[in-house]
């Protein structure tokens, strides 16, 4: 049977099951438990002489209170050692005082050890909810003691970058649970290795097993953003991110701390500690990002959070307040009269308020939190009869082309993959509230989603793939021929998978969803073999393509949960006909 026949089988008739339990959005508590932290030292390091290591360690909600932290022990084999332990981040709820705050989101906890070697890799044991810490160090060892200047590599001195002395590998299996994204994920195939893959291999493999084609990808793109694909590629061809705004566009720290989150790769996590870290040292008071500081597009938290959960250091804080300051301006409701208005502005706006009030927890960014999302029911409603009713599609954010730009300028339409990038900011909005409102507006976004997909022939062949726009009715683009978006293909699924999440969830689930899954992740799975060129690195070019640059972190930064959000739908056992990755676990 043909992979056509099934997608249109599937786009037909969906797949059978029952609807039953689904997988919770949030990972449960672990009251009591331990987790292995192996700590790599830097060149910074000297062997045998004892060094800080300060790492965060984050916990599912309800696992350890504040109180709770003095049962957290580190052990060194089955010995204990002195550690440094303290709560970074409660677990904050905008609206149930019986959860904001009562648990531990991240604790930072700073050991000191030796290293026999730098290639020496120090295995601990992080344990909590059983016996009492006997053995305590009595401060708080700062930036100055525990990181260094960067001198080589993706960084040189000139330009100023720092990282930790010692770099702490929790589990994958840990991280994946999203306390720190805020949605949880499936850890990475075991049998993808840390190393660049070779792009003569990859190439000649069209279709991987279940998701790896993607945890591939993610893996190989990042070695070429970086500038490590081939030693052969040309400076000319390499990634501007020290001179050129572009490549930060969707915050690409936050997507190489992602890689790491699911992977548990350590070079992603001192990419993504050193990339945050140019970042925030060209980021002024006002939140503007120095290579384009009139464009608030390019001011981001997320890494920033990132980068203080997982060091414990302070310095990144400022800009994590300032940068959400930077998009207090951006209208989040709309109306007819606005001039300007996209998804991806108040996906922004959403996105960085929520981080700040993770972080500091006032009264101000919760209630502008709330606002936001307010505002975003009323709008997906209509706007109280603003937007045209008749024929409307359900679930999108229609706004005119004169405030998109990309369109007729009267007519009203609605950006898919700018709409996947404000269902990713809902997710996080429903993990500190859990609330109807978010999980109904992700839901029903995918009605939007999916009638916005097209078959049509393309660069990868005759795929399924999303259409840049539709207007309000489903009618095609308003000014010139409907755009086919390939490169698209996954972040758009993505936020497909979270609809159908949400819509077994709520017990409203649309399984016709399934087929628009599974027929644009066959167009990406496609789309990376077209990508790649073994020969390129001969001509000074990547073998591993990726443009425009910031493409790898518009594709990977919403579609990491993809695989989970498919297997959560599903953990009862209802099981899709195509099994391309979508088998329960």
């Not at 029952?18 to 790599?40: T, Y």
């Not at 069209?206 to 052969?232: C, M, S």
């Not at 919760?366 to 409603?381: F, G, K, W, Y």
């Not at 500190?432 to 022939?457: C, H, P, V």
Request: aromatic share 12%.
């Amino acid at each position: 049977m043909s992979i056509r026949f099934l997608l249109v089988f599937l786009m037909l008739f969906g797949y059978a099951g029952l609807a039953r339990a689904v997988e919770s959005f949030l990972a449960p508590a672990v009251p009591q438990g331990s987790i292995e932290v192996r700590l790599h030292a830097t060149e910074a390091v000297m062997p045998n002489v004892p060094t800080v290591a300060s790492f965060g360690v984050p916990f599912p909600r309800g696992s350890i209170s504040n109180a709770a932290l003095a049962n957290l022990r580190v052990l060194d084999g089955a010995v204990e050692i002195p550690a440094y332990v303290i709560q970074l981040t409660p677990w904050r709820h905008r609206s149930d005082a019986g959860i904001d705050g009562q648990s531990v989101r991240v604790a930072l906890v700073q050991v000191e050890v030796s290293f026999p070697t730098l290639s020496t890799v120090r295995s601990l044991t992080v344990e909590w909810g059983s016996a009492p810490r006997t053995l305590s160090r009595p401060t708080r060892a700062l930036r100055a003691a525990t990181w260094h200047q960067v001198t080589s590599g993706s960084f040189i001195a000139a330009d100023n970058v720092f990282e930790p002395n010692v770099l702490a590998e929790l589990p994958a299996q840990w991280l994946s649970n999203g306390v720190l994204r805020g949605s949880r994920a499936l850890t990475f195939d075991p049998g993808n290795p840390a190393t660049r893959d070779d792009p003569a291999t990859n190439d000649a493999i069209l279709t991987w097993p279940g998701h790896q084609e993607q945890e591939r990808a993610h893996k190989n793109d990042f070695y070429t953003v970086i500038n490590e694909d081939d030693p052969l590629v040309t400076v000319a061809n390499q990634c501007p991110y020290k001179t050129g705004f572009e490549p930060w566009l969707y915050d690409r720290a936050s997507v190489m701390f992602a890689l790491h989150f699911r992977s548990g790769f350590v070079k992603p996590l001192r990419e993504a500690l050193r990339n945050t870290d140019f970042y925030r040292g060209r980021i002024n008071a006002s939140g503007q990002f120095a290579l384009d500081p009139t464009d608030n597009k390019y001011s981001f938290n997320e890494s920033l959070a990132y980068a203080y959960w997982m060091t414990g250091d302070e310095t990144f804080l400022p800009a994590i307040t300032s940068t959400a300051n930077y998009h207090n301006g951006d209208p989040h409701a709309w109306s007819a009269g606005l001039g300007f208005w996209t998804e991806r502005m108040v996906a922004f706006k959403l996105m960085s308020h929520l981080i700040d009030y993770e972080i500091n927890g006032t009264v101000a960014r919760r209630d502008s939190v709330d606002a936001m999302i307010a505002a975003l029911v009323v709008h997906q409603n209509g706007s109280n009869g603003a937007i045209p009713s008749a024929g409307r599609i359900d679930g999108g954010f229609y706004h005119t082309g004169d405030q998109h730009g990309d369109w007729d300028s009267t007519a009203y339409g609605a950006s898919t993959w700018m709409t996947a990038l404000l269902t990713e900011a809902l997710r996080r909005a429903y993990a500190s509230r859990g609330d109807s409102d978010s999980a109904q507006m992700i839901r029903r976004s995918g009605t939007f989603l999916k009638t916005a997909l097209r078959t049509e022939a393309g660069a990868f062949g005759t795929v399924l793939a999303p259409r840049y726009v539709i207007e309000y009715d489903g009618t095609d683009f308003a000014v010139e021929d409907p755009l086919h978006d390939e490169e698209h293909a996954l972040d758009v699924a993505g936020a497909i998978a979270w609809a159908d999440y949400f819509g077994a969830l709520l017990d409203q689930r649309d399984h016709t969803l399934a087929a628009s899954i599974t027929g644009l992740y066959v167009t990406y799975d496609l789309g990376v073999n077209y990508w790649i060129r073994p020969a390129g690195p001969a001509s000074g070019l990547p073998a591993f393509r990726v443009s425009p640059w910031r493409k790898w972190a518009w594709q990977h930064r919403g579609a990491d949960g993809l695989s989970f959000a498919i297997a959560g739908a599903n953990a009862a056992g209802e099981t899709p006909l195509f099994g391309n990755g979508f088998e329960s676990p």
